[in-house]
């Protein structure tokens, strides 16, 4: 499904497929004193991974170290070994780091933050404050025309146009052709596609999918 372009792999910028994207510990909640970080492995390749961290006296990893196979993803558990008022607030950071199955080379890395709160109450990242806005003056009084409601013009329900299906069937029909390099294609070259042509296939079928959703 997914093919890794060989620039990605040389410059060590591969994408990593980390959930969740960052951990949080609560003094107050035990359940919450091991986290589960989930590795998805989308590539055509078996990936070797390496789990590092910025305090790894605090926390404990099962099998911080491993293989995750094409197509397949592994857990990560992680544990935190020392919950005390002197550690809530401090932020950590976990990096996972990539290689490729049988070479020493990193082909890519993410980090992933973590941070102690005393309880979930005190974790002020939850939600997003928001504040009342100031009210404006009024504008002078003018005679504003109150329309019946069925006059009103009713919302638009069309769906999504003919041009963003056919393009969808399109990018779809681009991915399940054979890539240059497969063996036993039987196709001609000329819908044997590229890495490089899937990617973009990809990238817009995405696209068309966020419009779609929003429709």
Not at 83 to 92: L, P, Q, R, S
Not at 111 to 127: G, H, Q
Request: glycine share 6%.
């Amino acid at each position: 499904m997914f093919s890794q372009p060989p620039s990605a792999l040389s410059d060590g910028r591969l994408p990593i497929f980390v959930f969740p994207s960052s951990l949080k510990f609560y003094s107050n909640d035990q359940a919450t004193h091991k986290q589960v970080l989930t590795m998805y492995n989308p590539y055509d390749i078996s990936l070797r991974f390496k789990v590092l961290s910025t305090s790894p006296r605090k926390f404990s990893v099962v099998e911080s170290e491993g293989t995750v196979k094409s197509k397949c993803r592994v857990d990560i558990v992680i544990r935190h070994q020392d919950i005390c008022i002197d550690n809530e607030g401090v932020g950590d950071k976990f990096r996972i780091q990539v290689f490729e199955r049988g070479r020493r080379k990193k082909i890519g890395e993410k980090d992933i933050p973590a941070v102690l709160y005393p309880s979930k109450e005190m974790d002020d990242t939850t939600d997003d404050r928001f504040e009342t806005m100031p009210i404006s003056p009024k504008p002078p009084r003018t005679d504003i025309k109150n329309l019946p409601i069925q006059n009103a013009r009713p919302a638009d329900t069309s769906g999504p146009g003919l041009v963003v299906i056919l393009a969808a069937i399109m990018c779809i029909g681009a991915l399940m052709l054979p890539t240059q390099g497969d063996k036993g294609s039987r196709l001609p070259d000329y819908l044997v596609l590229t890495v490089n042509q899937k990617l973009i296939a990809a990238y817009v079928l995405g696209l068309i999918t966020m419009v779609l959703l929003k429709t």
